[in-house]
């Protein structure tokens, strides 16, 4: 099946810093979503991106589907932008979906 | 509108026992897809279910099994209870099945001892 790969696995921002999360996928995908988890486990959808790029105020990403990678990035981070920020895409031949393994993201005052 | 509404939030139980968790989707939503969340496996997904069907389901074994309701509220009961199944569950219902259309409920912590 499809891998999905995320990097960093973790990183610490003073607040007010800029970042850039990516996730790489093995195969080519129907769909690729970004999540955020804050703290307390709730998931929360930022971006659906199978292609191309978005906005979303101080959050972007862009996905380059030819190349099999997506960034999201972070910018003027804040302290609620703490959590696991988490790529999943669906498979094109299974239509499942699987989930990288997250990144995790702690910002300090 | 209310959101995805799991039951219970927190839950222990011993080995061997069984357990029922339960997830009320978005009113209008047919599907409702289920993932286990461990600190070693991550997200993982178990089992898909669209207007009482199962649609699609992850390399779990035969101990967790679901079922959808015509009101489209779904259940997954987990028999036979392991210490590795200690997760948090969590439920996603939409409109359609795919991921755009997404909304998480907050999860059932299960705790097996």
């Known amino acids: 099946g499809i891998q999905v790969e995320q990097s960093p696995p973790d990183l610490i921002l003073q607040e007010g810093a800029n970042s850039t999360l990516r996730c790489n996928f093995s195969d080519s995908v129907n769909n690729l979503q970004w999540f955020h988890q804050n703290p307390w486990g709730q998931l929360i959808n930022l971006f659906y991106?199978?292609?191309g790029t978005k906005q979303n105020g101080r959050l972007s990403a862009t996905t380059v589907a030819t190349e099999r990678y997506s960034l999201l990035y972070i910018s003027s981070s804040q302290t609620t932008d703490s959590g696991v920020y988490f790529c999943a895409v669906e498979e094109t031949s299974y239509d499942k979906v699987i989930f990288g393994p997250g990144t995790s993201l702690s910002v300090i005052p | 509108k209310a959101g995805v509404t799991q039951t219970p939030r927190y839950l222990i139980k011993t080995r061997g026992q069984q357990v029922t968790l339960s997830c009320s989707p978005i009113s209008g939503h047919r599907s409702v897809s289920w993932y286990q969340q461990t600190p070693g496996q991550g997200l993982q997904f178990l089992f898909e279910?669209?207007?009482?069907?199962?649609?699609n389901k992850g390399n779990f074994p035969g101990r967790f099994s679901g079922r959808q309701f015509s009101n489209s509220r779904s259940e997954m009961n987990v028999s036979t209870l392991e210490l590795g199944d200690s997760a948090l569950y969590l439920c996603?219902?939409?409109?359609?099945?795919?991921?755009?259309?997404?909304?998480f409920g907050s999860g059932t912590r299960l705790t097996v001892v």
């Open positions: 996603a219902s939409s409109l359609t099945g795919d991921i755009y259309g997404y909304t």
């Open positions: 279910y669209f207007s009482e069907t199962q649609r």
């Open positions: 991106i199978p292609s």
